[in-house]
């Protein structure tokens, strides 16, 4: 019978130092992420509750984990302080009954443990379903915003386009206006001078511009009555002059309205699709909430693959602990023997409870608020709010991932220098 007391290989998962120290902070570094993940879905309600009811599981499921590890150090310690003293004296006192009811306790102990563990394995294997899902939801989410985005921008500088070229052209009519209305009194005024002068030798059409209020009447009076060819001939070139002008004023005054509501046309559908721009959320820290569920999937496989280990390391102890049991019907003449399997069972259990202890920090959050932010939507925060959280969290993530801050330092250091 083999005198060796570990569980496992000495250079088992939990043996490991770099294992220890990229879990130990398991459940802190969890809900960081799940809380920067939740920060940057503002503007993103589906995709909030997707996260929410996420981080909501993977606290629950920390707990758990916790609380079963728990039930390992306590269990090894029943095992190692009460029920093991307890076989041994049945053993040494030859009262093979009594050993096969505590060898049997033993056997429920064990059960127990075996199935919580596998629950908690199928438990973690759902989550990260879950999460693979809600980063599948960020990602297309992310592609079908950055495209309705980019239509709108494209829209938008259409329409500022068509609302530019509009303007212009309401400027460039209101401008013949202006040059037409201008001519307009030029030609009145020549007329005026010219009625004026006929009448000033005939004093029958004096008489008529005195009496008569309007222009267009002084006209058609004196060009009835007038009988001087020249005279004529001028009337009819300023009175043909100023029918034009004012066919020219009626022709721009339409063109100038048709312009102004064109104007307002393409003004409302800028002004709506400016709206439309304004109201999609900005898609680029949806970036960061596929980073953040990516690192949650790595310590999720991670901790599975953990549980899965302790799996097998109970497993183990099962058959070390019942290693002597067939020799429990012929007691009397392997007691040595059954006593010297249940040492190395005890030594055993006493090793797991420590690697137990070691390891079960991982899974507390040190902040009892950790997932408070679940409590208010990120949409709710003001700018400077939502910066100020955002800054805060890159920090603490950055001291868990220090690779990211030495990239971070390299990426600003490039940008000042561009500048």
């Known amino acids: 019978m083999s005198s060796d007391t570990a569980v496992v290989p000495s250079n088992h998962q939990m043996d490991s130092p770099d294992f220890i120290r990229d879990l130990l902070p398991a459940a802190e570094k969890t809900a960081l992420l799940y809380n920067m993940s939740y920060l940057c879905l503002a ?3 589906s995709l909030e509750k997707i996260i929410r009811a996420n981080a909501v599981e993977a606290q629950m499921l920390f707990s758990s984990s916790e609380a079963l590890l728990l039930l390992c ?3 090894s310690d029943n095992m190692v302080k009460t029920l093991f003293p307890m076989l041994t004296a049945a053993v040494e006192k030859n009262k093979p009954l009594v050993a096969v009811k505590y060898l049997a306790k033993a056997n429920q ?4 443990i075996i199935k919580e563990v596998e629950n908690i394995v199928e438990d973690y294997k759902k989550l990260n379903i879950g999460v693979a899902t809600a980063t599948s ?8 915003t950055e495209d309705k985005k980019r239509k709108l921008t494209t829209e938008e500088k259409v329409l500022q386009n068509a609302v530019k070229e509009y303007n212009t052209k309401l400027r460039e009519i209101q401008s013949d206006l ?10 009145d005024k020549e007329l005026r001078e010219l009625v004026n002068g006929i009448a000033s030798r005939n004093k029958k059409f004096g008489i008529v511009a005195a009496v008569v209020p309007f222009l267009g009447l002084i006209i058609n009076a004196i060009q009835k009555g007038v009988n001087d060819p020249g005279d004529r001939a001028a009337i009819d070139l300023a009175k043909n002059k100023m029918n034009q002008l004012q066919q020219d004023k009626t022709r721009l005054s339409k063109n100038e309205w048709e312009a102004q509501t064109e104007v307002m046309k393409s003004q409302m559908e800028l002004t709506r699709a400016t709206f439309d ?16 569920l990516t690192r949650i999937q790595m310590i999720l496989l991670q901790l599975r693959s953990f549980w899965e280990k302790i799996g097998v390391m109970v497993t183990n102890l099962q058959q070390k602990t019942f290693a002597g049991e067939d020799l429990i019907d012929v007691l009397s003449d ?3 023997e059954f006593l010297y399997s249940l040492q190395v069972a005890k030594e055993a259990w006493k090793t797991f409870s420590g690697r137990c202890q070691t390891v079960m920090g991982m899974f507390s959050v040190q902040s009892k608020d950790a997932y408070k932010f679940l409590e208010t939507s990120p949409s709710s925060l003001t700018q400077k709010e939502w910066q100020e959280m955002y800054d805060a969290l890159t920090a603490k993530l950055n001291h868990f991932y220090p690779a990211l801050e030495a990239k971070q330092a390299i990426e600003d250091q490039q940008a000042a220098e561009s500048n």
């Open 43 to 45: 503007k993103f309600s």
């Open 73 to 75: 150090v306590s269990t």
């Open 109 to 112: 102990w064990i059960h127990d």
């Open 137 to 144: 939801d960020v990602i297309s989410t992310k592609a079908e």
């Open 178 to 187: 202006i040059k037409v209305n201008i001519k307009i009194d030029i030609v």
């Open 277 to 292: 721009l304004g109201s999609v959320p900005d898609p680029v820290h949806l970036a960061d909430v596929q980073t953040c």
């Open 334 to 336: 392997f007691k040595e």
